[in-house]
């Protein structure tokens, strides 16, 4: 597809259309502002003059950075606007206020109390614009002990305990690929938005959205909490063996293949196949019967055998053989692998964008969810710096074009 | 329950009644997100699944944690699908509520007739939230898989890890967690789209999408760059570089770790002023962010060697205090006691049908106005059938009888 050159939001056909969200998120946000932007709000990101930190962020097109060829921005920015503001002249203050009063939903992700020392804080904004929804992510949230506390994608990753369980016994606790701490963060924060906005649409009221990275990610581990809070023992490393040989991965002749034995026919089917190559040792006696023989005292010597015997085959025959009988077997895909998948594509969730000045054409992936009564294509790819300095300050704010050349120093977008 | 307690006012979705299918985590997840904000939520239960993990009687302590942490402040009824009345039931309470949610394999819901295309007749603004695998089309919609089929075939399992050892991928079921945020995002939007609209809609939530989609730039990447993208496990590290330290080093104690991450030339000398001014802090490999990165291996030995002299907890104490990101690597038991989860009330402690204490998470977002509520753990098997049949249906004595005769609550 090319992305249609539209530059209003008036159509109504997506959730969010119609809503305007001021996006002043760093990297603990910003796929929460994608969220929304993809839904149909009118997502207007604010950065300085010479642009956004984030489009220094690699991974770069060609693998050199450069105007327009980061990645990261251009993934995390889809169907935004931008405008640019030097927020610390008191004329770009002004008018970075008079956009958040312009605003449905104002994200942001700055240290607890700033906002409210540049003098855009939820309160004085509320005092104005009363349904005004405004979210803060923070690492900690805006109370507690921690609260000035500084964290990273890793260090919250560790401080909501998803670190200490991830990784082998043998190696350090380890991060998931990818900043998955800033992208929970940006989901939860995403759920409460949409709360937010909903019960706005009900009683006219906005609020103020108060989110920690720490327990986004806390709420996020399935089992650490759980297991202590139910057991008092602690969970701990034990690399891709989830929940003992029971839900497991193992190395195969070409990589890595995920075998669940989660009910008795997988488990017997296991056996079996491990059966007839010759490669079963004792395991089809009638001691070996349940299949959570798996957890039991049994598991190592289980595991030295399942271990032989997966080296014999290949991703592809594990998956054929348990798909074929029901059971959730898959392979261990590597990253070349997801681009060219045959499901992705066969449900639209790829889109590959054409570029419109001779750059390379570019494969998207779509949202974590799909809403059948509202197609979510990409309506614009990210913006420039300061594209919609125009449509923005003079269409929304009504400034002048003489005040639109004075506020950003030159004439733009 | 009903809709005129005062404190309801308080909650973003009174009024909202959602009929829940779901099993296991990933659903159960997604709705306890809307129960705990005043949603109706009622859970079918059934005889045939009272031991699967968070079933109502589950095998083990862990299991009834997460019974508990998933359906907390819902309603439970007990209906047996298999007979007619069962599913007479089901199709009337389809008429009386906003959302069906299912996580069901592809074929149950139309085994039932109640599929979307079958139930949208009973009422034409119903939301109705699919969730699967591999979403209801497209070539693998029949494929089968738990959280961790989909992290292997996402790519999560191969990319998480160190580039020297097997891989790891995420410690627990990340893409049910992942499916049960997106399932809840779905249903929000869809209850928006539906005030303004009128219209319901039927939400077909792939949970390898859901998890496709926070591969952040890894598609991009393959299809410019190809051959050259990034796509191997970095361990800790950024895998597109950036800074250092930045990582887990171990610290005083029995596999007790703290995250560290450096980035700015600021934050790095704050951080060499805490260690103490070692001499190796001086040393040109470490003079920028860019050569830190590249100089990792060593940085991380050095850098060790001083974490390993303090506790964790001083550690991040002492950086903290300097302005450094730092953080324990925390285990379940620390994050019991953890002072700031503490003071934010993470951790609630809500009664089970037996008046029995029992610890659940919070919502990790705190709404001013609709701050949400959950006052109980997770219902008993079928606790809630004299509410469903006769306040919600108006059920008659004689026709629960005949159908509790013909086996339908079995």
Not at chain 1, 298 to 318: C, F, G, K, P, Y
Not at chain 2, 319 to 335: E, M, N, R, Y
Request: with cysteine; net charge negative.
């Amino acid at each position: 597809m090319t992305i249609p050159d539209t530059t209003s939001d008036s159509d109504l056909s997506l959730p969010l259309s119609g809503y305007r969200v001021l996006d002043l998120a760093g990297p603990m946000g910003v796929y929460c502002g994608k969220l929304m932007a993809d839904m149909g709000a009118d997502v207007i990101r604010v950065e300085p003059p010479g642009g956004d930190p984030m489009r220094e962020v690699g991974p770069f097109i060609d693998g050199e950075s450069g105007p327009g060829r980061s990645m990261y921005w251009l993934h995390f920015n889809t169907n935004k606007r931008s405008v640019t503001l030097d927020t610390s002249t008191p004329e770009g203050a002004a008018a970075l206020r008079r956009l958040a009063l312009a605003s449905d939903v104002l994200l942001e992700t700055g240290a607890p109390g700033h906002m409210d020392s540049i003098g855009l804080g939820y309160e004085t904004l509320a005092a104005d614009s009363p349904g005004l929804v405004y979210a803060s992510i923070t690492p900690f949230g805006q109370t507690g002990p921690y609260r000035d506390f500084k964290a990273s994608d890793l260090v919250a990753f560790a401080m909501g305990g998803y670190m200490y369980v991830t990784g082998w016994p043998q190696t350090p606790p380890t991060r998931l690929w990818g900043s998955q701490a800033y992208h929970t963060a940006s989901n939860r924060a995403y759920i409460a938005i949409l709360l937010a906005l909903f019960h706005r649409g009900m009683t006219g009221e906005g609020q103020y959205i108060d989110v920690s990275m720490q327990e986004a990610v806390a709420a996020t581990t399935e089992h650490v909490n759980t297991t202590y809070n139910y057991t008092g023992e602690s969970a701990v490393r034990c690399g891709f063996r989830h929940g003992g040989q029971f839900v497991a991965t193992w190395p195969c002749k070409d990589g890595y293949a995920s075998i669940t034995t989660n009910t008795r026919k997988a488990w017997d089917d296991l056996r079996a196949w491990m059966d007839r190559d010759g490669m079963a040792g004792d395991l089809m006696d009638a001691e070996y019967d349940d299949h959570f023989v798996l957890r039991g005292e049994h598991s190592a010597h289980i595991e030295d055998l399942v271990q032989r015997w997966a080296m014999l085959h290949t991703r592809e025959e594990i998956t054929e053989f348990g798909q074929s009988n029901h059971h959730p077997w898959g392979p261990a895909a590597t990253a070349d692998e997801i681009l060219p998948n045959e499901q992705l594509w066969g449900r639209g969730y790829l889109t590959t964008v054409e570029s419109e000045d001779g750059g390379p054409s570019m494969v998207y992936p779509g949202d974590p969810y799909r809403l059948t009564d509202c197609p979510q294509p990409i309506r614009r790819a990210a913006p420039a710096p300061g594209e919609h300095n125009a449509e923005v300050l003079s269409g929304i704010l009504g400034f002048s074009v003489d005040e639109v050349v004075r506020l950003i120093g030159r004439e733009q977008g | 329950m009903n809709g005129n307690e005062p404190h309801q006012k308080h909650l973003a979705l009174r009024g909202i009644r959602v009929l829940d299918f779901t099993w296991i985590h990933a659903g159960p997840s997604a709705t306890r997100i809307l129960s705990d904000q005043g949603a109706e939520v009622i859970k079918v239960e059934s005889n045939n699944a009272l031991s699967v993990v968070g079933g109502p009687a589950s095998a083990t302590a862990r299991g009834l944690g997460q019974r508990h942490n998933w359906n907390a402040g819902k309603l439970s009824i007990s209906l047996n699908m298999k007979t007619p009345q069962g599913i007479d039931i089901a199709r009337r309470l389809v008429a009386v509520s906003d959302v069906v949610s299912e996580n069901f394999s592809g074929r149950v819901m139309p085994s039932w007739g109640l599929d979307y295309d079958s139930i949208r007749p009973i009422n034409p603004s119903i939301i109705m939230l699919s969730m699967s695998g591999f979403g209801r089309t497209g070539p693998w919609k029949d494929r089968v898989s738990y959280g961790q089929t989909l992290q292997a075939w996402s790519g999560f399992t191969e990319l998480t890890g160190f580039p020297d050892t097997d891989p790891s991928g995420p410690a627990s079921a990340y893409s049910d967690a992942v499916g049960g945020m997106a399932g809840a995002q779905a249903v929000l939007l869809a209850l928006m789209h539906r005030a303004r609209t009128g219209r319901g809609q039927w939400l077909d939530v792939s949970q390898f999408e859901s998890l496709t989609s926070l591969l952040e730039t890894l598609v991009l990447d393959m299809s410019v760059n190809g051959a050259d993208a990034v796509s191997t496990r970095s361990g800790n590290r950024l895998p597109h570089g950036g800074g250092g330290p930045h990582g887990a080093y171990r610290c005083l104690g029995e596999d007790r770790w703290v995250a560290i991450s450096v980035f700015a030339d600021e934050e790095w000398q704050a951080f060499v002023d805490v260690a103490g001014v070692p001499e190796w802090a001086a040393d040109q490999r470490f003079a920028t962010a860019e050569s830190r990165c590249r100089n990792a291996d060593a940085l991380d030995a050095f850098v060790e060697s001083w974490t390993m002299q303090h506790a964790a907890e001083d550690v991040m104490g002492m950086l903290q205090a300097a302005g450094v990101a730092a953080g324990v690597a925390q285990t379940g038991a620390d994050l019991s006691r953890d002072p700031q989860l503490k003071a934010r009330g993470f951790f609630r402690r809500v009664p089970d049908h037996q008046g029995e204490q029992r610890t659940i998470e919070s919502a990790p977002y705190k709404l001013s106005r609709t701050p949400g509520s959950v006052t109980s753990g997770a219902p008993a098997f079928a606790a809630d059938m004299t509410y469903v049949l006769r306040e919600l249906l108006g059920m008659s004595d004689d026709e629960v009888e005949d159908c509790a005769i013909a086996g339908a609550f079995d």
